[in-house]
């Protein structure tokens, strides 16, 4: 394949596909549906729901290329050894991290609640990360992965913007990654707080990374959006 060049902001993203992966965050019923990790804390999570045809939408097209594709989950070991007390004390959640909730044991890798939504399931093939922190790059053998196929770019999707998301787009560009947000197929239980998640990425001449409309990624890639 050969360069792209997609209209983003603060500038135009450029972007070969055979180097770029489709990096899905935390696309996971804990998020997603009633009953799981979000939920607990006190969120309305039907508003993440918003951006599913969206999400489904550049998957389909990012697999028809037969581009790489990364999804990632927010879970911990059932023992519970990589979840620090930190992470499993704060707060007051109805729900704590390993408790048995609706959906199986909240954020646990392997229970129901923690599979990928079925809109955005991973197929055969594409890489599948289980994460304990909210980077997608800490403690997981991510950047190696993407060393081996010869990723550069990053195009990003997923929940929550300004929790995992921001997170992980952060990790990736101190890592040397062109990253692309794409700002319809993000979400966040607090509208201000993804404005400015998006605000803050693309300042200071896209000091994190760029951000662009799906619709803008479909048009290169010669899809309808
Ligand atoms: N709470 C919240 O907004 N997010 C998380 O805890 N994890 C992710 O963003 N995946």
């Known amino acids: 394949m050969s360069n792209l060049?997609?209209?983003?902001?603060?500038?135009?993203?450029?972007?070969?596909?055979?180097?770029?992966?489709l990096l899905i965050i935390d696309m996971q019923r804990d998020f997603v549906e009633p009953g799981g990790f979000g939920e607990s804390l006190g969120n309305d999570v039907s508003l993440l729901q918003a951006i599913v045809p969206a999400c489904q939408a550049v998957l389909q097209a990012w697999r028809t290329l037969g581009a790489c594709v990364v999804h990632t989950r927010e879970a911990h070991r059932p023992d519970l050894g990589d979840c620090p007390p930190a992470k499993r004390l704060r707060g007051q959640p109805r729900l704590r991290i390993g408790d048995m909730g609706p959906m199986g044991r909240i954020l646990v890798a392997g229970e129901p609640g923690n599979q990928i939504i079925p809109e955005l399931a991973?197929?055969?093939?594409?890489?599948?990360?289980?994460?304990?922190?909210?980077?997608?790059?800490?403690?997981?053998?991510?950047?190696?992965?993407?060393?081996?196929?010869?990723i550069t770019h990053l195009i990003i999707m997923g929940v929550t913007t300004e929790v995992c998301?921001?997170?992980?787009?952060?990790?990736?560009?101190?890592?040397?990654?062109?990253?692309?947000?794409?700002?319809?197929?993000?979400?966040?239980?607090?509208?201000?707080?993804?404005?400015?998640?998006?605000?803050?990425?693309?300042?200071?001449?896209?000091?994190?990374?760029?951000?662009?409309?799906s619709a803008a990624l479909l048009g290169q890639l010669g899809m309808p959006a």
């Open 5 to 21: 060049t997609l209209a983003a902001r603060p500038f135009d993203y450029v972007f070969d596909p055979a180097h770029t992966a």
């Open 122 to 150: 991973p197929l055969p093939g594409e890489i599948e990360i289980d994460k304990p922190g909210k980077g997608a790059f800490y403690a997981t053998g991510l950047h190696e992965l993407l060393q081996q196929r010869g």
């Open 165 to 213: 998301v921001q997170t992980s787009l952060r990790e990736a560009n101190d890592r040397g990654y062109d990253c692309l947000l794409l700002e319809d197929c993000t979400e966040s239980y607090f509208a201000a707080f993804k404005a400015a998640t998006l605000d803050m990425v693309t300042a200071q001449g896209a000091i994190v990374g760029w951000v662009a409309p």
